[in-house]
């Protein structure tokens, strides 16, 4: 999951920044309209904090820019406007949800989990193939498969959408800290990691390659 941060506070932005990394969240810090354009350009996010008031424009026009662009994107307004006229007009813009500032942080992360309900820390259980996100452990039959580190994560992320096909680009964006510092090749060896180590043993198909489209999780087959 990855998030962007939009916010001129630069306290509150590192803050907000160090507590997803703990919840396990990726995410980007902007401190303005601009930056937060730039990062937009280059990368998916599945949800954006944005500030209201920043200091080269107004955070609602981004709200407004993302929905046309990524509907899926969740865009979460801050902003210390705390009457209800501020609020409405928030999500009238197309935010889906408002927070007042002050906020508690635990507050904070519970809406953002949420908002992402398919959210990161769930256990998939699909038949026999238990994929539990949280310890990082995968067990069939009750019996444990040694998948670690980054296939874990392709393959969790690719679990949790279930059905759907992820780009290399999608998964670069969702799992590894700076996408672009890595070649799309990192995918495929991370997808050789799970064939060899989970499908190969087991005698199972869990991901397929949709030809210059991405990978789709596809177990159990047929089903
Ligand atoms: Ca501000």
Redesign the pocket.
């Known amino acids: 999951m990855r998030i962007l941060i939009v916010?001129?506070?630069v306290t509150l932005n590192k803050t907000l920044a160090e507590g997803l990394k703990e919840f396990g969240y990726q995410s980007d810090e902007a401190e303005s309209l601009k930056d937060a354009l730039y990062y937009l350009d280059i990368r998916n996010y599945d949800l954006i904090l944005a500030?209201?008031?920043?200091?080269d424009g107004n955070?609602l026009e981004l709200v407004s820019q993302v929905k046309q662009k990524t509907p899926k994107t969740i865009v979460i307004v801050l902003?210390?406007r705390d009457d209800k006229d501020s609020e409405i007009e928030a999500l009238r813009a197309g935010a889906d949800d408002y927070i007042r500032k002050p906020f508690d942080f635990d507050v904070l992360i519970a809406r953002i989990e949420a908002r992402l309900r398919f959210g990161g820390s769930r256990i998939i259980e699909i038949e026999e193939l238990i994929i539990n996100p949280e310890e990082e452990k995968i067990t069939y039959k009750d019996k444990e498969i040694e998948l670690k580190g980054k296939p874990f994560e392709v393959l969790s992320h690719l679990a949790r959408h279930k059905d759907q096909i992820v780009s290399k680009d999608q998964l670069l964006d969702a799992i590894w800290e700076e996408p672009e510092l890595v070649t799309p090749n990192v995918i495929e060896v991370a997808i050789n990691q799970i064939r060899q180590k989970l499908d190969k043993p087991l005698g199972i198909q869990t991901i397929e390659t949709v030809r210059r489209r991405g990978y789709r999780f596809c177990y159990p087959k047929g089903a």
Request: glycine share 10%; proline share 9%; net charge negative.
């Open positions: 916010e001129d506070e500030d209201w008031m920043l200091p955070g902003s210390a």
